[in-house]
């Protein structure tokens, strides 16, 4: 099994940057990629950024070169610059095995 902690989200200004950590626990050898969603109220989670073993990473169209996805064995960061108000959300963190294995999710809130 393993276990997802999320931290760093809060309130900032648009323009502004925040830095999004996740920390696994647990069976971590068995850990593949690491992933970051967000969701919307009401919507279905969006994959952010995703990255591989390897040092490979995939953004989404909406965050590229605004975001940066970077990972240490279990550990992964998300780095938020040039934040606009839609980034508004919830981000959760996903360490993938057989399944993602999710986060309690962390609140990133943008004003204008």
């Known amino acids: 099994q393993v276990q997802v902690v999320e931290s760093g989200g809060g309130l900032v200004q648009a323009g502004g940057s925040l830095r999004l950590s996740c920390a696994a626990s647990?069976?971590?050898?068995?850990?593949?990629?690491m992933s970051w969603y967000r969701q919307y109220a009401g919507k279905e989670r969006e994959l952010v950024a995703s990255?591989?073993?390897?040092?490979k990473a995939y953004y989404a169209n909406s965050v590229k070169c605004r975001f940066t996805i970077s990972r240490d064995s279990a550990k992964s960061t998300l780095q938020m610059n040039s934040l606009k108000p839609e980034d508004t959300a919830m981000y959760y963190c996903?360490?993938?095995?057989?399944?993602?294995?999710w986060g309690q999710g962390t609140q990133v809130t943008v004003s204008s």
């Open positions: 990255i591989d073993r390897d040092g």
């Open positions: 996903a360490a993938w095995t057989i399944r993602p294995n």
């Open positions: 647990g069976s971590i050898f068995s850990i593949n990629a």
